[in-house]
């Protein structure tokens, strides 16, 4: 394990399902961020949260809902997705003042 | 903002060659670099952080060189293998919990 877990490891779902992501993470790390990774795209970063306060959310559909109730968790609530949110979804710690990032081995989401 | 560019975009080698990886970033002002493997499909892995106030960092076959005036990093890696296939990314934040940027990577093959 990486030291960031992420369940579930494969989705799939329909455009009228619910689903929520979930993101653990057992470093001690005081930031958290969601990726998302489409095919033949760079990783696009979509929200960070430090200090379990939400400090950018970088212009993400309101289908995509985060949550983080304390510093080692991380969620991405999924409602009404589109096709074209299929995608790697990651999610990264890290430590303020020591630099470097560690992810996750991701969810693959396929909506249907 | 920062853009990464990772050249070339696919770099196919035999087993055994020597190699290295080039990272070009425009915005000199960072915190440190940190180079990633991502494996199809999986997360990404970290495999070299270095300091903005450092010159290289080494693991195993892999070295990594930052030239911050020039913007500029590199990868070497020694005695190639085939399970060094992968993409490889690198990263250079502003800040310790900054976000971060990618380029497309770069997509090795090792030929046995």
């Known amino acids: 394990e990486t030291g960031v877990t992420q369940t579930p490891r494969h989705l799939v779902m329909g455009m009228t399902n619910k689903k929520s992501l979930k993101c653990e993470q057992h470093l001690g790390h005081n930031a958290m961020y969601w990726y998302k990774q489409s095919a033949k795209k760079p990783l696009e970063l979509m929200f960070v949260y430090s200090l379990e306060e939400r400090v950018e959310n970088n212009s993400v559909p309101s289908r995509f809902s985060p949550e983080c109730p304390n510093s080692s968790h991380l969620f991405l609530h999924l409602h009404t997705l589109q096709p074209e949110d299929s995608a790697l979804y990651l999610c990264?710690?890290?430590?303020?003042?020591?630099?470097?990032?560690?992810f996750g081995s991701g969810t693959r989401l396929t909506v249907v | 903002k920062q853009e990464v560019t990772q050249i070339p975009a696919a770099l196919s080698v035999p087993e055994g060659e020597n190699l290295v990886l080039n990272c070009s970033f425009t915005?000199?002002?960072?915190?440190?670099l940190q180079w990633f493997r991502q494996d199809p499909g999986k997360g990404l892995t970290s495999l070299l952080l270095?300091?903005?106030?450092?010159r290289e960092q080494t693991s195993g076959r892999l070295n990594a060189s930052l030239d911050k005036s020039s913007g500029r990093s590199t990868l070497y890696i020694a005695a190639s293998q085939p399970g060094d296939s992968a993409t490889y990314l690198c990263t250079p934040p502003p800040g310790a919990n900054s976000k971060l940027t990618f380029g497309k990577g770069i997509t090795l093959s090792v030929r046995p």
């Open positions: 270095i300091q903005s106030s450092q």
């Open positions: 915005d000199s002002a960072i915190y440190n």
């Open positions: 990264a710690s890290s430590q303020e003042g020591l630099g470097g990032y560690t």
